[in-house]
Nanobody, 127 residues
Framework: QVQLVESGGGSVQAGGSLRLSCAAS????????MGWFRQVPGKEREGVAA???????SYTDSVKGRFTISQDNAKNTMYLEMNSLKPEDTAMYYC?????????????????????WGQGTQVTVSS
């Protein structure tokens, strides 16, 4: 049984930092492309960052230079380090595992290609 569990969300002021974690069980994450997505009510879920099993990464333009995606294969855990947070970063953040491998750039915009999702963790940034 594959399970993804996010943690690390919370409320911070603008300019603050958070680190999200995504613990994966029941799978070998090193064989799959993984991603972080976020969603606000009334809008589509958007790709924030993706990482391929070879370590290549991709980011949506609005978070480049502020967010860093990484993974620890020994711990089967993926992370999203978020710095210089802005109110517009407020959203529910989800981690996801793809069907297999895909370049991180392609995976960032391939929301429907992911077949396992976590339950989400809320990030709220106040001005």
């Amino acid at each position: 049984q594959v399970q993804l569990v996010e943690s690390g969300g919370g409320s911070v002021q603008a300019g603050g930092s958070l680190r999200l974690s995504c613990a994966a069980s029941g799978l070998l994450s090193r064989r799959y492309t993984m991603g972080w997505f976020r969603q606000v009510p009334g809008k589509e879920r958007e790709g924030v960052a993706a990482i391929d099993s070879d370590g290549s990464t991709s980011y949506t333009d609005s978070v480049k230079g502020r967010f860093t995606i990484s993974q620890d294969n020994a711990k089967n855990t993926m992370y999203l380090e978020m710095n210089s947070l802005k109110p517009e970063d407020t959203a529910m953040y989800y981690c996801a595992r793809g069907l297999g491998r895909m370049t991180a750039t392609q995976a960032l915009s391939a929301r429907n290609w992911y077949n396992y999702w976590g339950q989400g963790t809320q990030v709220t940034v106040s001005s």
